[in-house]
């Protein structure tokens, strides 16, 4: 069985997305997210200010990987975020926990705050949602 997220095809066995393992390491989380199509890290006080945010919360995206989920739902690199289908992500434990319970669940969300800069991307200051469509086969 094969389950086809926004043209890119993740087996159901993949051991990476299987089962509900509550012992998330930072190393699984940023796996993870490069599977979905994002290189990231957790939100340092260096990124905080950088980035104008009140707390260094939050992961930040370094690189967005052209042709998979995270870059047909529009995440932009420099973005932070904030939650996913609608679960708080504080840190890269978060992040890796909260997308291993959604990548298989098929249309979820990805809440991002997004630098304050017009020059590089989004609105200033406010939580955007990207909406990572899937299809099943």
Same mark, same amino acid.
């Given at each position: 069985?094969?389950?086809?997220?926004?043209? =890119?095809?993740? =087996?159901?066995?993949?051991?990476?997305?299987?089962?509900?393992?509550?012992?998330?390491?930072?190393?699984?989380?940023?796996?993870?997210?490069?599977?979905?199509?994002?290189?990231?890290?957790?939100?340092?006080?260096?990124?905080?200010?950088?980035?104008?945010?009140?707390?260094?919360?939050? !992961?930040?995206?370094?690189? !967005?990987?052209?042709?998979?989920?995270?870059?047909?739902?529009?995440?932009?690199?420099?973005? !932070?975020?904030?939650?996913?289908?609608?679960?708080? !992500?504080?840190?890269?434990?978060?992040?890796?926990?909260?997308?291993?319970?959604?990548?298989?669940? =098929?249309?979820?969300?990805?809440?991002?705050?997004?630098?304050?800069?017009p020059e590089t991307q989004g609105v200033a200051g406010v939580v955007n949602f990207h909406f990572v469509p899937c299809v099943k086969d």
């Open positions: 069985m094969y389950l086809i997220v926004a043209g =890119c095809v993740v =087996c159901l066995a993949n051991p990476l997305f299987a089962g509900t393992d509550d012992q998330m390491t930072e190393a699984e989380a940023k796996r993870l997210g490069e599977q979905f199509g994002i290189v990231v890290d957790s939100v340092d006080e260096e990124i905080r200010k950088e980035l104008k945010l009140q707390k260094p919360e939050g !992961v930040v995206v370094f690189e !967005v990987i052209g042709g998979t989920p995270a870059d047909f739902a529009g995440i932009k690199v420099r973005a !932070v975020i904030k939650e996913i289908d609608k679960e708080e !992500v504080r840190n890269l434990i978060d992040f890796g926990r909260a997308l291993k319970r959604v990548v298989l669940s =098929c249309n979820f969300t990805v809440g991002t705050f997004e630098a304050a800069d």
